[in-house]
């Protein structure tokens, strides 16, 4: 079936099914893109053990080659370690309000058009069978009923399609999501953790 046919015989509801849809899959196409490349980038940050080599890698001119939401906020939180614990503890907070949803970006609205897409193809079908009954009340011609029995099947049909690798989509970037805000936290740690354990080891050595 090509394409004029499809918006033809899916009656004035398809046309929005299928911009929801192509909306919704360019925006998962482009989020899985940039999920990858994020990863690519911060493929050495596993090789690190310690809050001064994670330290020294953000600040070395070839250490992250392409700044991420994961490297900026991790270069930003090396510069506070000279802090105070509390003043550190209210900068970091603020950091990571300004710098976590930028890692969020789209999945929400990814996750909404793949919940809508149902809908519209259930909207379809009222208007396909409403479509069929009014049509009924007139004449019994086969070839006039099956234009709104047509309209109802291709639209719940196409809005069942469009969902689908959607709301997949939806579910990998939530888990990708989650995964990174564990790997954050666990650099955090490294960051912070690691240079409280260190001087507290410096501090027993320094007594008599």
Known sequence: MTFSTLLSEGGPVMPLILLTALAGIVLAIERVLVWAWWRYQERSLGALTSGAALAAWLAEPGGPSGETPLTGLLRQAAALRTLAPDVREAALRALLLDGVPRAETRIATIGWLGTILPMLGLLGTVSGMITTFQDLAITTS???????????????????????????????????????????????????????????????????
């Open 142 to 208: 086969r070839q006039v009923l099956s234009q709104g029995l047509s309209e109802a099947l291709w639209t719940t049909e196409v809005g069942l399609l469009g969902a689908l690798p959607l709301l997949a989509t939806h579910h990998l970037l939530t888990r990708l999501k989650t995964r990174w805000l564990n790997r954050l936290e666990r650099l955090l740690a490294l960051l912070f953790v690691t240079d409280a354990t260190d001087a507290t080891d410096a501090g027993s050595r320094d007594e008599p």
